[in-house]
């Protein structure tokens, strides 16, 4: 079984559409992230969730909403498509926001998105 | 957050030892030392992490200077599959993990 799952993996779109990315998780974590990996390869995190709540939002625009039903779960949606937004979108989970720790951070296998 | 600075890039021959360094100068106490890499078209993945002692699993070894100002990741036995790029980070509590540019590791058959 995939530890973190996001479909689609693949999305062309055109621009000014709205589109979502959906993560699950299956390893009972409570903390999820979303990273943006441009065409320079930089990773780069834009959210934080912690327990369904936000806990970090990295000046990203808000066309971009994430939104937690529940732990296992963070979906991405972006609203007006730009150009700027194609990129690969990976999903990440951990266990234990806030402890001094070395938890380790599981990832999804990304979401190529292209806008057109 | 603290940075991490790496080369670019190596190369090694397949089936010889790997070491990537890592200088973590302005290092803090309670940041841990992270080894994520990213093979082509995945997403990073987890190698190793330590604080002060040298730590071994069974993907690699990492070595922590005793000032803990610089860090070697070392892979035992390069194979084709280990070619990817590498990121050192630091990491102080469950803080999203802070991406630098990473070493890209080529190994020649």
């Known amino acids: 079984d995939t530890a973190v799952s996001q479909t689609p993996k693949y999305l062309v779109t055109q621009m000014g559409n709205d589109k979502s990315i959906k993560c699950e998780q299956n390893l009972g974590h409570d903390t999820m992230y979303w990273y943006k990996q441009d065409s320079k390869k930089f990773l780069k995190i834009m959210f934080s969730?912690?327990?369904?709540?936000?806990?970090i939002n990295e000046t990203v625009p808000n066309r971009f909403s994430p939104k937690s039903p529940d732990k296992a779960h963070l979906n991405l949606h972006i609203n007006s498509l730009e150009l700027g937004d194609s990129a690969v979108y990976f999903c990440?989970?951990?266990?234990?926001?806030?402890?001094?720790?070395?938890?380790?951070?599981?990832f999804g296998e990304g979401s190529w998105l292209t806008v057109v | 957050d603290a940075k991490t600075t790496q080369p670019n890039s190596m190369e090694s021959n397949e089936e010889e030892p790997v070491h990537l360094p890592c200088n973590h100068s302005?290092?803090?106490?309670?940041?841990?030392i992270h080894w994520y890499r990213q093979l082509p078209s995945q997403g990073p993945e987890y190698v190793i992490h330590?604080?002060?002692s040298n730590v071994n699993n069974r993907m690699a070894s990492l070595a922590i200077a005793e000032d803990r100002k610089s860090s070697t990741l070392i892979l035992h036995r390069a194979t084709l599959r280990d070619a990817a790029v590498y990121y050192c980070i630091l990491r102080s509590g469950n803080t999203p993990l802070v991406f630098g540019k990473g070493t890209r590791l080529s190994v020649i058959a």
């Open positions: 330590g604080l002060t």
């Open positions: 302005t290092i803090s106490g309670t940041d841990y």
């Open positions: 990440a989970s951990s266990q234990g926001y806030g402890r001094v720790s070395g938890n380790t951070i599981y």
């Open positions: 969730y912690n327990n369904k709540e936000l806990i």
